[in-house]
Nanobody
């Protein structure tokens, strides 16, 4: 059974880069037809899909976040990471990593427990 665990700082200063890592266990991030994505939920707001990295290393981003978001991976550690540059307090949110299966109609298979990141000076 695949399990995901987010890690990273809980507090980031404005204008800095927010970096989070998702460690995958019970499965490989290079398994075909798997996307590995990031989703966030600001306080009191809905879920926002940020982007994903595919099993072969391609990346896709939400158009509204593309300019300051990047996703990378380390296959040797079975991890993928999120980087959000030039953060503002509006980037304060619970950040989740997720496994998306795309062998057919895409669906979220597994979520991490989420990690709260606060952007504040």
């Amino acid at each position: 059974q695949v399990q995901l665990q987010e890690s990273g700082p809980g507090l980031v200063k404005p204008s800095q880069t927010l970096s989070l890592t998702c460690t995958v266990s019970g499965g490989s991030i290079t398994t075909n037809f798997n996307y590995w994505g990031w989703i966030r939920q600001p306080p009191g707001k809905g879920l926002e899909w940020m982007g994903a990295i595919t099993w072969d290393g391609s990346t896709y981003y939400s158009p509204s976040l593309r300019s300051h978001t990047s996703i990378s991976r380390d296959t040797s550690k079975n991890q993928f990471s999120l980087h959000v540059s030039s953060v503002t307090p509006e980037d304060t949110a619970v950040y989740y990593c997720a496994q998306v299966i795309v062998a057919g109609p895409p669906y979220l298979e597994v979520w991490g427990q989420g990690t709260l990141v606060t952007v504040s000076s």
